[in-house]
């Protein structure tokens, strides 16, 4: 039996985060089938959101079907599979056993309130403003909510409304030669294109090793200081308690705040209390000095933060994915602008977030009766 997983008739499922407010679990198989399935399916938030990805099968045969090792591995003419859980991921690795007829390898791939964010490589002006996209990261895929959750105060922790990342698929040979896969996912197909010089010229069996991962934060970076940037985000009717992101400051002397404003007029709506970095990477949060009162339209949540030496990359360093709304304003490091000016246009996903607590609405008091006819009593 593999390790920490469930059986059930030929699925295996595992719970690998069990925090109630952020839960996520994979099922390796269809626990609709009786039958075993060449499928990974990750589960977030109690099942609210989800995505599977399941081999197209066009081989001859009957499948073998192991599990041994904390691996389940699926083999069938041409093609053998591997799952299995490394830290905040889940791998799904093919093997190809001979050199096939196609240099692309199909999966069906079905979803459930996510979208798929193509991650392209970064432009040149994205590069000189101090933008790090890691290899393994170009050609991915980030996977957020379809419609971001609210984070209400002690609810669901949706955070950013980030599900999870598809990883750029890495190819190698069996004598040790290296490429990237060319990953498309469109109207529910996962392909992955091998390059051809390296099918060519590899030493079979070759394997990719494709990635699910759990992060809730973006796979890039950007460097900035004197600059309020931020995203496009759809708010909720509450009162606002506090803003989070995803940040590295750069150095443990920088300080940063966080603001909101109004997408219609450019109005400040509130903003935070400052915080020192400690060169620690990590969700940073910081309560509103004056709770703001949100309600349903279109804010900017962003971040701002001082310079205050001369090497390269300092500022923070903020973590996004591409497929977003963002919008950043040049200003030295003071109080924020009311309003600001922002320059929009930009496709940036900021891990960034706020955290409300609920409208109350007082209950209305119907149908009071007046008693009249009182008596007086005389002794």
């Known amino acids: 039996?593999?390790?920490?997983?469930?059986?059930?008739?030929?699925?295996?499922?595992?719970v690998t985060k069990d925090n109630p407010k952020d839960f996520i679990e994979v099922e390796v198989g269809d626990i609709k089938q009786e039958d075993f399935y060449p499928q990974t399916k990750i589960k977030r938030w109690d099942n609210e959101c989800n995505?599977?990805?399941?081999?197209?099968?066009?081989?001859?045969?009957i499948a073998k079907v192991t599990n041994k090792d904390d691996k389940v591995t699926w083999d069938k003419g041409n093609i053998k599979i591997e799952f299995y859980e490394v830290e905040d991921a889940h791998k799904f690795?093919?093997?190809?056993?001979?050199?096939?007829?196609?240099?692309?390898v199909s999966f069906t791939i079905q979803s459930k309130g996510v979208k798929f964010y193509y991650q392209p490589e970064l432009?040149?002006?994205?590069?000189?403003?101090?933008?790090?996209?890691?290899?393994?990261?170009?050609?991915?895929?980030?996977?957020?909510?379809?419609?971001?959750?609210?984070?209400?105060?002690?609810?669901?922790?949706?955070?950013?409304?980030?599900?999870?990342?598809?990883?750029?698929?890495?190819?190698?040979?069996?004598?040790?030669?290296?490429?990237?896969?060319?990953?498309?996912?469109?109207?529910?197909?996962?392909?992955?294109?091998?390059?051809?010089?390296?099918?060519?010229?590899?030493?079979?069996?070759?394997?990719?090793?494709?990635?699910?991962?759990f992060e809730s934060i973006g796979g890039s970076t950007e460097y900035s200081y004197n600059k309020i940037r931020g995203s496009k985000f759809s708010g909720g009717a509450g009162t606002g308690?506090?803003?989070?992101?995803?940040?590295?400051?750069t150095r443990s002397s920088i300080k940063f705040k966080y603001a909101i404003y109004k997408s219609s007029d450019d109005s400040l709506v509130?903003?935070?209390?400052?915080?020192?970095g400690s060169s620690t990477t990590q969700w940073w949060k910081s309560d509103f000095v004056s709770d703001p009162t949100l309600t349903a339209i279109d804010y900017y949540l962003v971040e701002w933060n001082d310079y205050y030496v001369d090497p390269p990359e300092v500022g923070n360093s903020f973590y996004y994915d591409s497929g977003g709304i963002s919008a950043y304003d040049n200003e030295t490091y003071n109080s924020f602008p009311n309003p600001w000016d922002p320059t929009t246009g930009g496709t940036n996903k900021y891990s960034i977030y706020a955290t409300y607590t609920a409208a109350v609405t007082d209950p209305t008091i119907t149908g009071i009766s007046t008693i009249t006819g009182i008596s007086t009593i005389t002794l």
């Open 241 to 249: 308690t506090s803003i989070t992101a995803y940040i590295n400051p």
């Open 1 to 14: 039996m593999i390790k920490n997983y469930t059986q059930k008739n030929n699925t295996f499922t595992k």
């Open 51 to 61: 995505f599977s990805v399941r081999l197209k099968d066009k081989e001859q045969g």
């Open 123 to 213: 432009t040149k002006k994205e590069i000189e403003d101090g933008c790090k996209r890691p290899e393994n990261v170009v050609g991915s895929y980030a996977v957020y909510m379809e419609t971001p959750g609210t984070n209400w105060k002690g609810g669901t922790e949706y955070k950013a409304g980030k599900v999870g990342h598809i990883y750029r698929p890495h190819l190698y040979d069996s004598n040790g030669l290296e490429a990237w896969g060319d990953l498309h996912i469109e109207n529910g197909l996962y392909e992955v294109t091998i390059p051809q010089d390296f099918l060519d010229n590899a030493v079979f069996p070759i394997k990719s090793n494709d990635t699910f991962g």
């Open 270 to 276: 509130g903003y935070t209390g400052e915080l020192t």
């Open 93 to 104: 690795v093919w093997y190809l056993k001979e050199k096939p007829t196609t240099n692309k």
